[in-house]
């Protein structure tokens, strides 16, 4: 047997080995729902975003019903900066004017929204696995209301009202679409949400995706929710990543100043769907390649897990 052969058996026999360590975990996710958040500057890279897909499919062929809620935060400031539109960040979310949410909305809702449903429909195409491309102003998917945040000034520690424009939070989840695209008894459809959502008075607004993933996932029910970022997880004082946490101790990283900037809204995300209900929230680096399927199916996992205790 020549060298190459016997390397190729090698790697079939570790393939079979590796299925089968695999079915406790995968029996326990089958027919569960995992709502993934697709984000970070891994998103711009064709070659990860096709692996991506393809591992999204994946789940979908191993029983798990996945529904991805994409970001698009560098899209976002890429074409701003050719249209010369300088933007402000406060504790993570985009301060965002009339003009920033009409660029906004086209990044989100159309290029970048339709190609991770084009990119999912082509990995499956063999067993017919479609993804969905939607946002919140679908079906009344999502309903928001205008953002208040308050920032304290670290020299006179007043507090003063931070107005973000077009920025919103969530007040109603209508799971009923996605309910019925998952639930389909002759068709494999992803879905795909873009994290647009609409107020009472018919205003459109942007919302963080990571909230957007955390209100779709406690409104399903949801197994899991998977944070898939640009971050190998969640940084102790001491700069190692915390494996695992409970709400109590996520909390104390964001009183203690541990956790800052973009990590905040993604623990506040992670505890609010753990007390909506979901069983657990993992943060991610989504750039390394299958991390999804290492955390659902493997007995280590990757990154950070938020539990209730």
Known sequence: MQETERQSEERSWETAKTLAEALPYIQVYDRETVVIKYGGHAMGESAVAKQFAADVVLLKLMGVNP???HGGGPQISAMLDK???????VDGLRVTDRDTMQVAEMVLSGAVNKEIAHWITVAGKEADVRGVGLSGKDAGLLTVEKTLRTKRDPDSMIEHEVDLGFVGEPTKVDPKLIKGLIASETEDWVPVIAPVGVAEDGMTYNVNADTVAG???????????????????????????IRQMNLEEAQALIDTGVANGGM???????????????????????????????????EFGAGTLVKAQ
Do not use: N, Q
């Open 83 to 89: 249209a010369g539109v300088k933007s402000a960040f």
């Open 264 to 298: 905040i809204p993604k623990l506040e995300t992670a505890m609010a769907a753990v007390r909506a209900g979901v069983e657990a929230v993992v943060i991610l680096d989504g750039r390394r390649p299958h991390a999804m399927l290492v955390e659902l199916f493997t």
């Open 215 to 241: 209100a779709v996932a406690g409104s399903l029910g949801a197994k899991r929710m998977l944070l898939l970022t640009d971050v190998p997880g969640v940084k102790g004082a001491d700069g190692e990543i």
């Open 67 to 69: 529904v991805v809620v």
